[in-house]
């Protein structure tokens, strides 16, 4: 359009020129003039086309660029290329990644500075966008690639402290002659791939967004640690309970939110006895809950992060060797989160999932030892609230005295803008996040983050200890260098033994500390000690014969340390350990079924009730009919059932209007867990929570099973068919390309069953990231499947050719390659070698 | 005729040959430069060189996704959006890469008639 005005503009000008030159009668001048104009005018046109196509239009590409077929996505149709020789500059010794038919590589290395090095330079092959944009992420650079839309997202980042956590990670190392070694090694085997590339090279995602790659840094690793950090503990609900405490008081504060609920199975079985601790436990001291109006808080981590493992002992394996099972569950994007890989060296050699950015097998295997990680979900992030001295933020209140405040100046660059700079005030709590420039609304008044996240620590050395471990004194060995984000770290060995650590740095907190705003003046309320590591919960070859995790409580009430629910799982887990105690003996089909199993306990502990207390007179047939199916449901979230999608509109629309109170502008709220939610409209139906605020009436459990019911009900009046809301239309599980869910690279519409707090936990957005299950055999055998491919490459069939498998409940058997020239199985191998 | 087509042929190889080591733009460059060297008369000066870059660029495209399924053609077709038609994308990318060495063809020949003072 905008050329054709143009060109018409010329027609018009060159008419009005010919005319006044014609009245000059002087056609030699005209002549020369026209053909300054000509020249003129074909000058400008190409270099309008050049300038149209060589830079981004509104929401396009530069479409020269992208449309090129030498440069552009054109150069993206394709698979990595897997075959062939190279030799890089940095290696030592010829390194030889076999891959199999799934794309996992098996990296032989003759040394472990070559094994990283590989694992580095193959990462970034087929996911360096990825890798580069979580970190961008992480570190809150994405106004870099966005602009002005991503400022919000990058303050939130830096106003967390994730850059300055990433750096103590980094600190704590560096300060390892080995790991630092390893990671260098790493870093340069990524750059070695970087260096290679041409622009017609870069993943496509650099093309459509118009920018580049950049130099891997140690601290980029430290920064994707940071990004797991802040996804699996970053989480908290203090400020929210705050305003709770302060709108609804103690009383119902306390009956809505309880330390502990009433059913409990515990990580660490009951009987478990803690005669071993003998720590002093912190007394409570005098001090008053700042009872603040808190508007607004951070974005938080997906409700639903979290995962299942579980490991069974010889005696209970139908076997004879212990059996062990993990599946992470995290965001359903694309490219996967995790890629994987087997990694070996003469002298040791494990398989499983790693993370793309990190060294190492995350979820794995040798041929020793296998293990696996669930989220410990632990409230390890407080608040403190913070009464500078004046408006410059300079210092704070602190035992009466003003304490002077570091200022940390983050430099946020804006694509196409000037930088911004946000000036965050650190305490010796740490970052004040939220403050009258973010979020707050008080001159003079902060809240300051305190979070195992920005403690450091050399979690990365867990995992290069875990990959080469041998035993049970091994991976205890390799847990102490673990610090956050706490996790339960399931473990079984070739040798017999199983276990499971709920590992991590966990303050020694007084009774109620940090469950809420905290005046962060008093040395009382400061963070003093952190419980040993030998205290922390475990268990070791259990009678029971099988250790197994799912996010919930680590302990039950009788662990001498505080605790107390903050977000803690309570279905998964009973309906995996009823699983694991119904069978004396169990096989890999057993684990199969449970890794993909779809009953709905949360359901099956409610419906009853509604069931039976619902007025049937209020009903009408077809009303009744929906109602009829729901009683004859077996509580199976299977994907072509219709039960689940009508209970599930019914429980939303119950759970929202039983917590109608917290429909409130302007405060930050989270409402009461779904277990006491069902505990209290079982148990207390006629209580405060059940009235409707808005009705002059009194309501109770029961008025609103059926308000809710009628109003859920005719959501299906706009589907078409029965057919067309059975439960995975329903349900509509996705998974997003990581670039804002891009359509176009994301895969919608997969069939699979599951729900949030079934064992197979599938949601729309979330699930089973990774399944992993291994027998310790010799050698062992492991299946493994993710809802993803082991390239990052939208224009490679391995980008997504996993899903259809893991959503069918299938896995694929691992290849654990014995030596380098056990290539019966291999599709094709590169050889790395030292360029000479 | 011939002198249509050997310079259609021209820009071809030139632009192949640049785009080796070249960005997106060596197609531009190499139109420019056979327009320039071996001017053509009246429209044929517009549409020898489109024809050539369209040309380049639909074969060229068209041996890359044809070769892959057009697994991420397909894909592209969806974002841009042509409602997920890789013909159509095809086509569009063809145009794009015509109507630039168009242009600078174009240019390259009155660059040429402005040196030789033809008029």
Redesign the interface.
């Known amino acids: 359009m905008e050329i054709r005005l143009i060109l018409i503009n010329f027609k018009f000008c060159e008419i009005t020129l010919l005319a006044n030159l014609h009245t000059n009668q002087n056609l030699q001048h005209l002549h020369r003039f026209m053909n300054r104009f000509t020249f003129l005018r074909s000058l400008f046109l190409a270099a309008l086309f050049f300038y149209l196509l060589n830079n981004p239009i509104g929401k396009l590409p530069p479409l020269g660029k992208i449309l090129s077929p030498s440069e552009g996505f054109w150069q993206n149709e394709k698979d990595e290329v897997t075959t062939g020789a190279l030799g890089l500059e940095g290696l030592k010794e010829p390194v030889r990644i076999h891959y199999d038919a799934q794309l996992v590589p098996h990296v032989f290395a003759q040394n472990d500075l070559d094994l990283y090095f590989a694992q580095g330079y193959i990462t970034a092959k087929h996911r360096l966008w990825q890798m580069e944009f979580q970190t961008h992420a992480a570190a809150g650079r994405l106004s870099e690639i966005f602009g002005k839309k991503a400022l919000e997202h990058d303050r939130m980042q830096r106003r967390k402290g994730m850059v300055f956590g990433a750096e103590n990670t980094l600190k704590d190392m560096a300060a390892d002659a080995e790991t630092i070694a390893l990671l260098d090694a790493y870093t340069q085997g990524i750059n070695s791939y970087i260096n290679s590339l041409d622009p017609e090279d870069y993943p496509v995602e650099y093309k459509l967004l118009n920018y580049a790659p950049e130099a891997w840094t140690p601290l980029k690793t430290s920064l994707l640690l940071m990004y797991m950090t802040d996804m699996l503990c970053g989480g908290d609900a203090d400020l929210e309970y705050t305003n709770a405490l302060r709108l609804f008081g103690k009383k119902r504060f306390d009956a809505w939110y309880p330390d502990f609920f009433d059913t409990l199975d515990p990580v660490v079985p009951k009987e478990t006895s803690w005669n071993h601790i003998s720590s002093s436990m912190p007394t409570v001291p005098n001090q008053q809950t700042p009872l603040d109006e808190i508007a607004e808080t951070f974005e938080k981590p997906h409700p639903n992060n979290g995962s299942n493992n579980w490991a069974i002992s010889a005696e209970k394996s139908y076997s004879g060797n212990p059996i062990l099972a993990n599946d992470p569950h995290l965001g359903l994007n694309l490219p996967s989160i995790w890629f994987v890989m087997q990694l070996a060296t003469p002298k040791h050699s494990s398989y499983g999932a790693t993370l793309p950015g990190a060294l190492g097998v995350i979820s794995g295997f040798n041929k020793h030892i296998a293990w696996g990680e669930t989220n410990a979900t632990r409230d390890v992030k407080d608040w403190y609230k913070i009464q500078f001295q004046d408006a410059s933020k300079t210092t704070y209140r602190y035992e009466g005295n003003w304490k002077a405040a570091r200022i940390r100046v983050e430099e946020i660059k804006i694509k196409g803008q000037a930088s911004f700079l946000d000036s965050v005030r650190y305490t010796h709590h740490g970052p004040v996040s939220y403050d009258a420039s973010f979020k707050g609304r008080h001159d003079k008044e902060g809240y300051a983050m305190k979070w195992v996240g920005h403690l450091g620590g050399n979690g990365q050395r867990t995992f290069l200890e875990l990959n080469r471990g041998k035993n049970y004194e091994n991976y205890l060995a390799a847990l102490q260098h673990w610090v956050a984000p706490a996790q339960n770290f399931v473990f079984a060995s070739a040798d017999g033994d199983i276990a499971l650590w709920v590992q991590g740095d966990f303050a020694n907190k007084w009774k109620g500390q940090g469950k809420f705003l905290m005046d962060g003046s008093l040395a009382a309320n400061d963070w003093k000690a952190y419980i040993p590591k030998s205290d922390n919960a475990f268990s070791k070859n259990p009678k029971r014969g099988f250790v197994s995790s799912a996010n919930q409580y680590p302990t039950d009430q009788s662990y001498p340390y505080y605790v107390f629910n903050d977000g803690y799982e309570s279905y998964r887990n009973r309906i995996i350990n009823t699983f694991l105690s119904s069978k004396n003996k169990l096989d890999l089909e057993d684990f199969k079924s449970l890794q993909n199993n779809n009953f709905n306990l949360k359901a099956s502990e409610l419906l009853p009730t509604m069931l039976a207390e619902i007025n049937r007179d209020a009903l009408n047939t077809k009303e009744l009919r929906m109602l009829e199916l729901l009683a004859s449901w077996n509580y199976d979230n299977g994907m072509n059932a219709l039960a689940p999608s009508l209970w599930t509109e019914w429980w939303n629309q119950l759970y929202k209007l039983t917590w109608d109170e917290f429909e409130q502008k302007d405060v930050a709220l989270k409402k009461p867990f779904t277990y006491q939610t069902i505990y209290l409209l079982k148990n207390k139906p006629n209580d405060t929570y059940a009235d409707i605020v808005a009705t002059t009436t009194v309501e109770t459990a029961k008025d609103l099973f059926l308000i809710s019911f009628q109003s859920a009900m005719s959501v299906f009046d706009t589907w078409d068919a029965k057919s067309s809301y059975k439960w995975s239309n329903y349900k509509g599980t996705a998974a997003r390309h990581l670039l804002q869910g891009l359509p176009a690279f994301s895969r919608f519409d997969i069939p699979i069953g599951g729900e949030e707090n079934s064992p197979n936990a599938v949601t729309h957005d979330h699930g089973p990231s990774w399944r992993m299950i291994v027998e310790m055999s010799s050698p062992p055998k492991a299946l493994g499947i993710y809802p993803g491919g082991q390239s990052g490459n939208p224009g490679s069939v391995y980008y997504d050719n996993f899903i259809d498998t893991w959503a069918a409940g299938d896995y694929f058997e691992a290849l654990f390659m014995q030596s380098t020239t056990d290539t019966k199985h291999i599709r094709s191998t590169q050889t790395l070698s030292p360029k000479s | 005729m011939i002198q249509k087509l050997s310079n259609l042929v021209a820009i071809i190889i030139l632009a192949v040959l640049l785009?080796q080591f070249l960005?997106?733009?060596?197609?531009?460059l190499a139109s420019?430069a056979v327009s320039f060297l071996r001017d053509l008369k009246g429209s044929a000066s517009f549409w020898m060189p489109f024809l050539a870059g369209a040309l380049?660029?639909l074969v060229?495209?068209f041996i890359?996704?044809n070769?892959?399924?057009?697994?991420?053609?397909n894909?592209?077709a969806?974002?841009f959006p042509l409602q997920g038609n890789a013909a159509l994308l095809l086509l569009?990318?063809s145009c794009?890469?015509g109507?630039?060495a168009g242009?600078?063809g174009?240019?390259g020949?009155?660059?040429r008639?402005?040196l030789d003072?033809k008029?």
């Open positions: 785009e960005p997106w733009w060596s197609l531009m420019f380049l660029w060229h495209s890359l996704a070769a892959n399924d057009y697994v991420l053609t894909k592209m969806v974002l569009v990318s794009i890469g109507l630039a242009f600078s174009v240019f020949k009155e660059c008639l402005l003072k008029y």
